[in-house]
C-alpha cells in the first residue's frame, strides 16, 4: 500500500514537473532509478493531463519510455506543438486540412483491371469489360490509402463528361457526391460536384488531389485521391456507398455540365475496403429506361389494358 502512494505521488510530481519545462528533467529521473517504478500501470489514465498545450518543450523530456501506454492521452490535440515529444504512433488526431487540387497532370498508362478483386474494389459497364482496349467500357475502381481517402480510376466514353457518384441510399440525387472527368478539347478537366435532382452543380470543395487525365477521342480516363465523406449518416460502415458511373455532355466555355446519364447504378451498398466485392449493376435489370420504376409501371398499366380486355 505504501509503495502505492509513493509511486502515485511520484507520477503526479512527474507530470507536474514536465509541465514547468526542462527543469524537470534532473527531477524525474530521481523516483525512476527505485526499480518499482517499473509496475506503472496506475498511470495508465493520463487523460488528466489532458491541459498539456503549457508544456510546449517536452521534446526534451524524450526518455519517457517508461510511461509507454499514453496513448490513452487521446485529446492532446489542443497541444498543437507536442507532436515531436511522443516517440511513437500516438498523436493520431492530427487534424490535416484538406487538400484540393484539381489541377490535371497527363495520365500516361492506361487503366487495367490487374488486381480487382485483390488490391482494388472494381465496378464495370458492361460487367468485366477491359477498360485497357478501345471500345464502350465504363470502369470504375477504388482502393483505400487511408481512412476515408481512396485512390479512385475512372475510365469511360463520352465527347463530354464522365463521373463516378457515391450516393448514400439507393436514389440518386440528394447531393451525392460525384467526381467528373471532363473533356475540355482533349485535355481533362476535373471537378467536384454535388449531384441534386438530376443536377450535377459544380462545388470543388471535396478533397481531392493527384488527379491525372487522358483523353483519346471520346475514351476519357482520369485517375486521383479523393477523401470520401463518412457513409455513417444512414450506413453501418463510414466506406459504404452505391456506387455509380455517368457520363453527359460538357460546356467548355461556361463551365457547365449537362445532366449525368446514368451507365451503372450499383444493387446494393458497397463497401469500398471489401475489394473482392462483385458489383452488380442494377441498371442492367431495366436496360432500356433510366428508371426501373418506369419499367415496371408500363408493365402494369398493360397488365391493366389487358385484364379490361379480357372482360
Ligand atoms: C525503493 O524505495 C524503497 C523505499 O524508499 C526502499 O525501501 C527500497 O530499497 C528502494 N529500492 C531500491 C532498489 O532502491
Ligand atoms: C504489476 O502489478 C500487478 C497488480 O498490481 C501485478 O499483477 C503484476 O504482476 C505486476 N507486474 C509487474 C511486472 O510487476
Ligand atoms: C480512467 O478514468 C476514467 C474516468 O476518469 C474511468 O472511466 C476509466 O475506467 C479509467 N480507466 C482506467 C484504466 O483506470
Ligand atoms: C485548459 O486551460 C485553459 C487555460 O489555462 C482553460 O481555459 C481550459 O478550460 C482548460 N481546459 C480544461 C479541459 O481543463
Ligand atoms: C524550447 O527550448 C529550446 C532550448 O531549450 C529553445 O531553443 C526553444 O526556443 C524553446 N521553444 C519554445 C517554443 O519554448
Ligand atoms: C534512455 O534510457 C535508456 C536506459 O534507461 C538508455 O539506454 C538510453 O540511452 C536513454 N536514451 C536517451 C535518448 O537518453
Ligand atoms: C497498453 O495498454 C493496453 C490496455 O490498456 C495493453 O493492452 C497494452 O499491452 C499496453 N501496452 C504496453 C506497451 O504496456
Ligand atoms: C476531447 O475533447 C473534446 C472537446 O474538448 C470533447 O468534446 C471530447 O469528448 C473529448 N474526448 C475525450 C475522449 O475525452
Ligand atoms: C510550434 O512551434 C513552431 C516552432 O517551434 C512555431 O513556429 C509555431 O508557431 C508553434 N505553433 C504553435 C501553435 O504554438
Ligand atoms: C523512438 O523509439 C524507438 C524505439 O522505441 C527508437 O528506435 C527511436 O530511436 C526513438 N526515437 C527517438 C526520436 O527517440
Ligand atoms: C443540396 O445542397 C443545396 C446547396 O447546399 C441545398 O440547397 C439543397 O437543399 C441540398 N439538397 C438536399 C436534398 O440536401
Ligand atoms: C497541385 O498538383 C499539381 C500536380 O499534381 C502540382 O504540380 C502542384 O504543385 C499542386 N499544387 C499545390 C498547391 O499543391
Request: charged content about 10%.
Amino acid at each position: 500500500m505504501d509503495n502505492i502512494r509513493r509511486l502515485m505521488f511520484a507520477v503526479v510530481m512527474a507530470i507536474a514537473y514536465m509541465a514547468m519545462g526542462t527543469e524537470a528533467q534532473t527531477i524525474i529521473t530521481a523516483p525512476k532509478s527505485n526499480a518499482t517504478m517499473t509496475n506503472v500501470t496506475t498511470a495508465s489514465n493520463v487523460t488528466t493531463a489532458s491541459n498539456v498545450t503549457t508544456a510546449s518543450n517536452v521534446t526534451t523530456a524524450s526518455n519517457v519510455t517508461t510511461a509507454s501506454n499514453v496513448t490513452t492521452a487521446s485529446n492532446v490535440t489542443t497541444a498543437s506543438n507536442v507532436t515531436t515529444a511522443s516517440n511513437g504512433t500516438t498523436a493520431p488526431n492530427l487534424i490535416m486540412a484538406p487538400v484540393i487540387n484539381t489541377t490535371v497532370t497527363a495520365l500516361t498508362d492506361n487503366i487495367a483491371t490487374n488486381e480487382c478483386g485483390k488490391t482494388k474494389l472494381c465496378a464495370a459497364k458492361p460487367e468485366n469489360c477491359d477498360p485497357a482496349v478501345a471500345g464502350s467500357c465504363f470502369f470504375v475502381s477504388a482502393q483505400q490509402s487511408s481512412g476515408q481517402t481512396f485512390s479512385f480510376q475512372l475510365r469511360g466514353v463520352s465527347s463530354g463528361y464522365i463521373a463516378v457518384g457515391l450516393s448514400t441510399d439507393s436514389t440518386q440525387g440528394g447531393n451525392d457526391t460525384t467526381y467528373v472527368c471532363a473533356n475540355n478539347n482533349s485535355n481533362v478537366n476535373f471537378f467536384t460536384a454535388l449531384l441534386d435532382k438530376g443536377v450535377l452543380t459544380i462545388n470543388n470543395t471535396l478533397p481531392v488531389d493527384s488527379v491525372k487525365g487522358s483523353v483519346n477521342g471520346q475514351i476519357i480516363q482520369c485517375t486521383f485521391s479523393a477523401t470520401v465523406p463518412n457513409a455513417t449518416v444512414t450506413r453501418s460502415t463510414d466506406t459504404s456507398f452505391y456506387l455509380s458511373i455517368s457520363n453527359g455532355t460538357f460546356n467548355s466555355v461556361t463551365g457547365t455540365l449537362g445532366s449525368p446519364n446514368t451507365v451503372l447504378f450499383s444493387d446494393k451498398a458497397v463497401d469500398l475496403t471489401s475489394y473482392n466485392t462483385n458489383v452488380l449493376n442494377s441498371l442492367n435489370a431495366a436496360p432500356s429506361s433510366s428508371h426501373a420504376f418506369g419499367l415496371s409501371q408500363a408493365f402494369l398499366i398493360l397488365l391493366g389494358v389487358l385484364g379490361m380486355m379480357m372482360l
